[in-house]
């Protein structure tokens, strides 16, 4: 079996279920054969802050970590996240980016204002650009909670998964 290798990297706000959604990302690439190495960073999640996940895989997978510029493929599940995190993405990289804002208490407090031109910025980094409304696309489901798995879904077309 010829596999193929890459790096996804996923960032959200704590509770948005990021961490459910690499462990589900894990288990599709482990089931199609591939060895999975994953690393997360959740420190304040509880409290609304960032969410991120390295996962690679490949034939043969040695490091959890991607390196700024390595990353083939970046799930935001926030907008301001996947601006924050974009550096992450490799040229020619494709993002897949939750439209919803979640504003972080810098904003909700008024300290700061939440940046109105995301798009505009995001659309410097690659061309491989799509926004997805995923609470809307959850909330037709009736579960608000499914925002996640919409993103993985997708997502799914620039993963070798069938």
Known sequence: MNL????????????QGTLLASEVLCEAFLLAG???KKSEVHGMAQRGGAVTTHLRFGPKVFSPLIEP???D???????LEALRFAHFL???GAMVVNAQEI??????TGQERYPEDVAVRLRTVTDRLHFVDA?????LLREVRAVNMVMVGAASHYLPLS
């Open 103 to 108: 504003f972080p208490p810098s904003v909700a």
């Open 34 to 36: 591939y060895d999975v």
């Open 69 to 71: 510029g390595g990353a």
């Open 135 to 139: 609470l809307a696309a959850a909330l």
């Open 4 to 15: 193929a290798r890459g790096n996804v990297f996923l960032a959200g706000v704590g509770g």
């Open 90 to 92: 490799r040229p020619g």
């Open 73 to 79: 493929l970046l799930i935001a599940f926030e907008k």
